[in-house]
């Protein structure tokens, strides 16, 4: 995992090579929110919820991150914000 501008955070599977890039803001803090992937793009053709490298805010961003070792917990700091995501998967077996 690592931190972006914007707000933006991506996380790398080591097994599947697989990444997506996230954000983490007030409205997905909310409880029992979905996280949605999010794509940057240059120019050109983008899709509805593409955004922008030229409407990327470079004065948010994100200072730390964690996780937790064995469930699929992350912690994200960004200023002066604290985000705690948890799988939902993980929500529904031990919650």
Known sequence: MTGAYNN?????DRNTNRDVTLEASRESSKPRAVLKPRR??????????DISVDSLDFTKKILHTAWHPTENIIAIAATNNLYIFQDKLNQEMHG
């Open 40 to 49: 940057v793009c240059q120019g050109g053709k983008r899709r509805k919820d």
């Open 8 to 12: 933006f955070f991506r996380m790398f």
